[in-house]
């Protein structure tokens, strides 16, 4: 069990560029997450997949963003005409949801890429 | 509308002492209560959690204790230490919505002196 992974650890862009996180989860959890972390407040959810399917999004999520869990393994969160106000940490969680356990509820998040948009 | 109020923002404790810190939430149909620790430039790590049928929760110096008819749960590190310096965050998650999101507080920095 190697927990979650997030690339880019740290990303700088210009306002307008397009850029691309990836985020590896454990390897046995059917559920990612993504959730997004600015300074001095907690984490807001984004959006999550089971599998491949991408199932709700947040009110967050505007049309600049985008993410895909291609068969259902890593997934990816882009986001286009970057603003300044998407500077944050993008945190990516995954847990195995299974039968409505305990287990269910736990989600392991990686370490997060840090955007700065200037 | 903030769902989960925490407090207080930012705690400093004697090492050895003890930490508490309060959440208080709205939505009755939240069914799971974590608490996650987290380092700078770190993501945050599941420390302890609850269900509401239980009133309380201990694993090692943390323990969590729960309120359903107030709708409060709190986290309580005994002996606190140094090593426990981190921003402390309560969350909630109604499984019933199908996503088992997490809504979390605003977090509190907590700082342990020697």
């Known amino acids: 069990d190697t927990g979650v992974s997030q690339n880019p650890r740290h990303k700088i862009t210009k306002r307008g560029q397009n850029v691309t996180f990836r985020c590896d989860p454990i390897?046995?959890?059917?559920?990612l997450y993504w959730y997004r972390q600015t300074l001095g407040q907690g984490p807001e959810f984004l959006t999550y997949?089971?599998?491949?399917?991408?199932?709700?999004k947040s009110r967050l999520l505007s049309d600049r963003f985008s993410a895909e869990r291609p068969k259902g393994s890593f997934s990816t969160l882009e986001i286009q005409r970057t603003e300044q106000g998407d500077s944050a940490m993008y945190l990516c969680?995954?847990?195995?949801?299974?039968?409505?356990?305990?287990?269910?509820?736990?989600?392991?998040f990686g370490p997060g890429t840090r955007l700065t948009v200037t | 509308q903030q769902q989960v109020k925490q407090s207080p923002q930012s705690l400093i404790v004697q090492k050895g002492g003890i930490s508490i810190i309060n959440c208080a939430y709205e939505n009755t149909a939240f069914d799971y209560f974590p608490w996650y620790q987290q380092f700078p430039g770190k993501g945050p790590a599941l420390l302890i959690a609850i269900r509401p049928d239980v009133s309380e929760k201990k694993e090692g110096r943390f323990t969590i204790s729960f309120n359903k008819s107030a709708k409060q749960f709190s986290l309580h590190i005994m002996d606190s230490q140094p090593g426990d310096s981190a921003t402390y965050f309560c969350a909630a998650i109604q499984s019933g919505a199908g996503s088992y999101q997490l809504t979390f507080g605003k977090g509190t920095k907590l700082s342990v002196i020697p």
């Open positions: 390897s046995e959890h059917n559920r």
């Open positions: 997949f089971q599998n491949e399917a991408q199932l709700e």
């Open positions: 969680a995954s847990s195995l949801n299974k039968n409505r356990n305990l287990r269910s509820y736990e989600q392991y």
